[in-house]
Each structure stands twice: as structure tokens, then as C-alpha cells.
């Protein structure tokens, strides 16, 4: 089936650091993906998605490009904030009409 | 901004104890959703209903039955509770499933079930 791997479970940073979370993933189609910001102490909040090959999607200085062949979709953002302390999840459409598979997450902390 | 209330926020039960889990959207969403969250696993999906009377069986159903009684209510029930089902249990709903267009998810703020 598919499935979505993030690779870094915690990112620890500075502010005004570079950030990169890794996402790749692995369906049959052509999925659209998506990436989905979790603050503490309150459900998942949708950042932004891309549909198609080499689209790039951002919100709040956060962006993704969609690699078909490297199947990944990897969130980056130039230059963090204490503000952006929270948990990333990288997710999919899958085959079904209306089910999202959701990655692992990624927990990121920045330190002021 | 989609408006999706969860009650309670918090539920403690016991093995084998009966446990009804509300989720409430006012945007007349169409989809509605009932994920959990656990560490190392992320969001996985239990039961999922794209209207009222319908349900649709998600990835990890076994132990939960769900209820979707109208276009804003949506259920989540667990008749025999077991201490695995100890977990963050999120609602969502967005305005159509997707097979083509991708839609966005709105989440409720989770309750937290403790089975001991």
C-alpha cells in the first residue's frame, strides 16, 4: 500500500538556521502531496500542497518541490523561528477516494 | 476558517469499559474522519463517512465502530475498550474526498483516551 517516510523523527535548531525535513514517499498513481503543522495542544494544521511533478508549494516562509522521480517532497525554510517549534507531518493522497496517509512526523524545536 | 469540536478532551476508562467519542462539524462539510495519533506512528486512519448514514472502513478499524448520524455529527465508539486503544484520538472533515482535486483537512483538538 502506500506510505510516506520522514526520515528525522526530532530536528533540533538555532534561530535564523536553515531547515530541511525529509519526506519520500511510495504509491501506485500520482498522488497529490501535502504538508500538515501540528502545535502543541492542537490537531494538525494543513500548510500547503502540491499535485503534480516539480510544483512547488509554500506558506509561511516554508516550501516544498514535488519530485516525481525521487519520489520526496522535502520541507525546507530558510530561516526559523522559536515560532515554528512544532511537530511536521508529511502525508498523501491515496488510491481511495478520500483517505490521507500521514507520515511518522517529524518533531522540530528551535532554540531562541 | 472550518469550525470541528471535539468532546470530551479528555476520557479514562477502564479494559472492557463501553466509550463514545463526539465530533461535531458546523461547515456542512461532506467528509468526516476519525483519526489516531501515536508515537513513531503518526495519523493513522480508523473509520472515515462521506455523509450522513454512510461509513467507510479506514486502516486500522479493528476494536472501533463509528457513527455518522448526521451532515455535522460523527461518532467514534469502542465497545470493549482494551489498554491498546490508549491513544490521541483526532476528528477532521473537509468538503469533498479527492481522486483528482486535493482537499484540505480541517482537525478538531484531539481527545486524549487513557484505557488502564
Known amino acids: 500500500g502506500d506510505s510516506v517516510t520522514q526520515t528525522e523523527g526530532q530536528v533540533a535548531l538555532s534561530e535564523e538556521d536553515f531547515l530541511t525535513i525529509h519526506c519520500n514517499y511510495s504509491a501506485s498513481g500520482y498522488p497529490a502531496l501535502f504538508w500538515y503543522v501540528q502545535y502543541p495542544g492542537e490537531g494538525p494544521q494543513f500548510l500547503f500542497r502540491?499535485?503534480?511533478?516539480?510544483e512547488k508549494g509554500s506558506s509561511r516562509g516554508f516550501e516544498a518541490t514535488y519530485n516525481k522521480e525521487a519520489t520526496s517532497f522535502h520541507l525546507q525554510k530558510a530561516s526559523v523561528q522559536e515560532s515554528d517549534s512544532a511537530v511536521y507531518y508529511c502525508?498523501?493522497?491515496?488510491?481511495?477516494?478520500?483517505?490521507?496517509?500521514f507520515g511518522s512526523g517529524t518533531r522540530l524545536q528551535v532554540y531562541a | 476558517e472550518a469550525a470541528v469540536t471535539q468532546s470530551p478532551r479528555n476520557k479514562v476508562t477502564v479494559t472492557g469499559g463501553n466509550v463514545t467519542l463526539s465530533c461535531r462539524q458546523t461547515n456542512s462539510h461532506n467528509y468526516m474522519y476519525w483519526y489516531r495519533q501515536d508515537t513513531g506512528h503518526g495519523l493513522r486512519l480508523i473509520h472515515y463517512?462521506?455523509?450522513?448514514?454512510n461509513l467507510q472502513i479506514g486502516d486500522v478499524p479493528d476494536g472501533y465502530k463509528a457513527t455518522r448520524t448526521t451532515q455535522e455529527d460523527f461518532f467514534l465508539l469502542l465497545e470493549l475498550a482494551s489498554p491498546s486503544q490508549t491513544s490521541l484520538y483526532f476528528c477532521?472533515?473537509?468538503?469533498?474526498?479527492w481522486g483528482g482535486g486535493a482537499e484540505t483537512l480541517y482537525f478538531g483538538s484531539g481527545t486524549r483516551l487513557t484505557v488502564l
Open positions: 477532521a472533515s473537509s468538503p469533498k474526498g
Open positions: 502540491a499535485s503534480r511533478d516539480k
Open positions: 463517512s462521506y455523509g450522513a448514514g
Open positions: 502525508a498523501l493522497t491515496g488510491q481511495v477516494v478520500g483517505q490521507l496517509t
